[in-house]
Every structure is written in C-alpha cells, then in structure tokens.
C-alpha cells in the first residue's frame, strides 16, 4: 500500500503516547529537506505512559518491519506511514502523525 516516506522530521508516537525520535536517518537521501528513514533506522521513544504491573514495559524503541516495496534507500526499503511497526518490548505499533506529503512510495 503507498504512503508518504517518513522522515527526520516526522511526528511518531508509540501507542501509549511516547515520543518517537529517529536515531539514524539515512542523510544521503533528502525529502522536504530531512534525511529518509528506512526499516534499518531505529527510533527512540521517550515519554511511554505504559507501566504495567510486571515486565513488559514501557517503550524504550521502535522499528518498522514493512515499509516500500517498490522504492528502496541504500538497498532498503523506506519507512512509509502506511508501513507496520514495533515498539520494543512491548509489540505495540508505533503511530505516524504527520510526515511530508510530497514523496510518496509503494
């Protein structure tokens, strides 16, 4: 399914409303004038509101584990918004709320 390439800059959340921040873009591609990220870059979260009662949280990173298949960086898939992701060690998505809108891929 296309969807818009994520980004440096892009807003992503983990599902108990931490915030996801990219920790290595790929700074050879730009979109919008922000370095790409593909499946390999790995986010961190801060600010997980999940504390369960044993084990198992909160969120402390993300990754994304479908992205393009069609268009790849440096050999490997982007991560789009419409992609499937992780948080670790929980196995709660993370959620993309805005990205550019300008670069799209399948």
């Known amino acids: 399914m296309p969807g818009p390439v994520l980004h440096e800059g892009a807003v992503m959340m983990c ?3 931490g915030v996801a921040t990219p920790v290595a873009p790929v ?3 730009l979109v919008s ?3 790409v990220l593909t499946i390999a870059s790995p986010c ?3 600010g997980c ?3 369960p009662p044993a084990g198992n949280g909160p969120c402390i990173t993300g990754m994304w584990i ?3 298949m069609f268009v790849l960086c440096n050999g490997l898939p982007l991560a789009i918004m419409s992609g499937v992701s992780t948080c670790i060690p929980t196995g709660t998505p993370m959620i993309p709320a805005w990205a550019q809108t ?3 891929a399948t």
């Open 102 to 104: 300008f670069v799209i």
């Open 33 to 35: 004038g922000m370095p």
């Open 44 to 46: 961190a979260i801060a």
């Open 15 to 17: 599902a108990h409303g």
């Open 27 to 29: 700074p050879t591609v």
């Open 66 to 68: 479908v992205g393009s």
């Open 49 to 51: 509101a999940f504390i």
